[in-house]
Nanobody, 123 residues
Framework: QLQASGGGLVQAGGSLRLSCAGSGRTFSRDNMGWFRQAPGAEREFVAA????????YYSDSVKGRFTISRDNAKNTVYLQMNSLRPEDTAVYYC??????????????????WGQGTLVTVSS
């Protein structure tokens, strides 16, 4: 089970940190990803981190502004979001993928999903 939190309303240029706590499975065996879905749009990849935390991967739209990290001792993955823009407004989902060797940007490579947390960036 994955529980995402930390969303909210923020002004453009502001920051938020999302958290995703895992339970019921061996967290350190999963690659972890963050995705987002804006109203009327498809779910899109944001960032991913490898099992160890050493490898990360970002979409071009967030690279340099967002940072993904994990703490396996706490079964938690984080998404630090800086310099937020109105176009970052979406429901953000964390996801866990056990069966790929490398971090992935594909929705299909993640078996477990959190419930989502809403991020709204005002202009």
């Amino acid at each position: 089970q994955l529980q995402a939190s930390g969303g909210g309303l923020v002004q453009a240029g502001g920051s938020l940190r999302l958290s995703c706590a895992g339970s019921g499975r061996t967290f350190s065996r999963d690659n972890m990803g963050w995705f987002r879905q804006a109203p009327g749009a498809e779910r899109e990849f944001v960032a991913a981190v490898s099992r160890s935390g050493y490898s990360t991967y970002y979409s071009d739209s967030v690279k340099g502004r967002f940072t993904i990290s994990r703490d396996n001792a706490k079964n938690t993955v984080y998404l630090q979001m800086n310099s937020l823009r109105p176009e970052d407004t979406a429901v953000y989902y964390c996801a866990a993928g056990r069966y790929t060797v490398y971090v992935s940007e594909r929705v299909a490579d993640y078996e477990y999903w959190g419930q989502g947390t809403l991020v709204t960036v005002s202009s």
